[in-house]
């Protein structure tokens, strides 16, 4: 199984800051890796796929790079409707996986 | 297009349980469906996959012989099955068509509680 390590598992973070967060593969899983946001009590929603392809709908404050099996999302500017929890997933091969989670608390 | 999965259940352990997930929009016979678990307060956690029109599917070996999953094609509805529940199946499950390409659907979600 391909393992997605995710990073940090939290961090703190006012509005306007510019926040980062990483997630490596075990192995190489190509581009189809996605970022996904889960307010409270809600379903995920996909913000990035392929690694770098904004979902439609979605702030362009959110992007997506990818440095060999280290994939990253970046969110230029935080806003008050950023503060949930992120996941990305691999979908390059089975058992998909998700990394850990990070959760977004505000400062 | 949006995926409808049926409501909460309360089970006691032993119990069997099949859970409904229904393509309302969009149909499931052209794409892969896969469920994913939540248990309270922790994160996301990919359980299995089935492709409807054919019926074939992948499982996490994590999940693999204490779920099944299934599909009616004609009435473009997936299923997340257990013949045996425990207590640590107590959690959300989602539904969800997410992966290559653009398109990305999730449920509502379907929460489990298994209690004596």
């Known amino acids: 199984d391909i393992q997605m390590t995710q990073f940090p598992s939290s961090l703190s973070a006012s509005v306007g800051d510019r926040v980062t967060i990483t997630c490596r593969a075990s192995?190489?899983?190509?581009?189809?890796l996605g970022w996904y946001q889960q307010r409270p009590g809600t379903a995920p929603k996909r913000l990035i796929y392929?690694?770098?392809s904004l979902q439609s709908g979605v702030p362009s404050r959110f992007s997506g790079s990818v440095s060999g099996t280290e994939f990253t999302l970046t969110i230029s500017s935080l806003q008050p409707e950023d503060f949930a929890t992120y996941y990305c997933l691999q979908y390059n091969s089975y058992p998909r996986t998700f990394g850990q989670g990070t959760k977004v608390e505000i400062k | 297009v949006q995926l409808v999965q049926s409501g909460a259940e309360v089970k006691n352990p032993g119990e069997s349980l099949k859970i409904s997930c229904k393509g309302s929009?969009?149909?499931?016979?052209?794409?892969?469906i896969g469920w994913v678990r939540q248990m309270p307060g922790k994160g996301l956690e990919w359980v299995a996959i089935?492709?409807?029109?054919?019926?074939?599917?992948r499982y996490h070996p994590s999940f693999q012989g204490h779920v099944t999953v299934s599909a009616d094609k004609s009435i473009n509805t997936a299923y997340l099955q257990w013949s045996s529940l425990r207590a640590s199946d107590t959690a959300m499950y989602y539904c969800?068509?997410?992966?290559?390409?653009?398109?990305?659907?999730w449920g509502q979600g379907t929460m489990v509680i298994v209690s004596s």
């Open positions: 969800c068509v997410t992966g290559v390409g653009p398109v990305d659907i």
């Open positions: 929009g969009h149909r499931l016979t052209s794409t892969w």
């Open positions: 392929g690694a770098s």
């Open positions: 089935i492709y409807p029109g054919d019926s074939e599917s």
């Open positions: 192995q190489d899983v190509r581009d189809n």
